[in-house]
């Protein structure tokens, strides 16, 4: 599909503040009788934001996958991996989406997590750097002394941009960062608070179609290729203290991760189900991918990258924040 195609097909109003819509978690207590499969808690809540990487969690219940299981899961909304780890530590949340850098970084410090399966790793064009279609920015070299607006700092967002400074022959001291969350980062590049953003679909569709933004640069290339983004988890003590439930949860999103991965046309129905993103939005934004299974060696890509860049101060052994995978 054309990019002239492409963002023809969006509303010039495309709604880019995404929300939960009426999958918001239930105050139910969960269940920790033993149900018919000899699950020790059979009701669980499960916190996701509300993008595109979480879709297997809503596909999962849709298509009965965890009831198949023997579970009744509710989701939560939680605003970003890093800030859910609390709830899981509390026991608020049993299980929950993260990214794998807030994951590491928080690993570093001592944190007990178990990453339980995975979720959403990066494609071409799902993380770009974005300038106004007027910006007399045309390269990444021209970044240098500017500001770059990022969801987050110290974090993918800032590591994104970090290897494409590198390629350009800078360093991330040579530019600015400045946090802004995603719905706003256009109006923000705008308004002169920033001259580029690091931005994710569907906001980079969005912009491009109300506002005449234009790609900079693919982050999602050379070091940071078909890079691991997202999976799901939960801490060391819920683990252990629910393996049977663990398990049920990972056939059940592997089983939904992998007809995801089949089928982009079920992507496309459930994101309007969980998001602000309408049908038409939802059909022509770029995604990644959806992996079934954690795979050490791919992530071990992120650690490695994390501690090339000092994010990290020493090296993580992967395998080790991989909790194994159901064998029956």
Known sequence: MTRKLRCNAIALGVAVALALTGCSG?????????????????TIKVGALPVPDAVSLYLANEKGFFKEEGLTVNPVIITGGAAALPQ?????????????????????????????????????????IMVPGDSPLKTVADLKGKT??????????????????????????DVKFAEKPLPEMG???????????????????ATQSASGFRKLADTMTGQMENFPIAGWMATEEWSSKYPKTLAAFQRAISKAQQ?????????????????KIDAKTASVITLGTYPSELNADRLQKVADLMLEYGYLKGAIDVKSVIAAPSSS
Request: net charge neutral; proline share 3%; aromatic share 4%.
């Open 259 to 275: 007809l995801a991965s089949s089928d982009r046309k079920q992507i496309e129905t459930m994101l309007p189900k969980y998001t």
């Open 187 to 205: 109006a923000a590049i705008k308004s002169g608070q920033g001259e580029a953003g690091l931005l994710t679909e569907p906001f980079i569709t």
């Open 148 to 173: 770059v607006l990022v969801n987050n700092l110290h974090n993918i967002s800032t590591l994104a941009v970090a290897t494409q400074l590198k390629v350009a022959g800078l360093k991330e001291t």
């Open 88 to 128: 899981i530590e509390s026991g608020a949340l049993d299980i929950s989406m993260t990214n794998y850098v807030s994951t590491f970084l928080a690993v570093s410090t001592g944190k007990k997590i178990k990453l339980i399966a995975d979720c959403y790793q990066a494609g071409p064009n799902t993380f770009n």
């Open 26 to 42: 239930s105050d139910k207590p969960a269940d920790s009788s033993a149900d018919s499969k000899g699950l020790e808690k059979t």
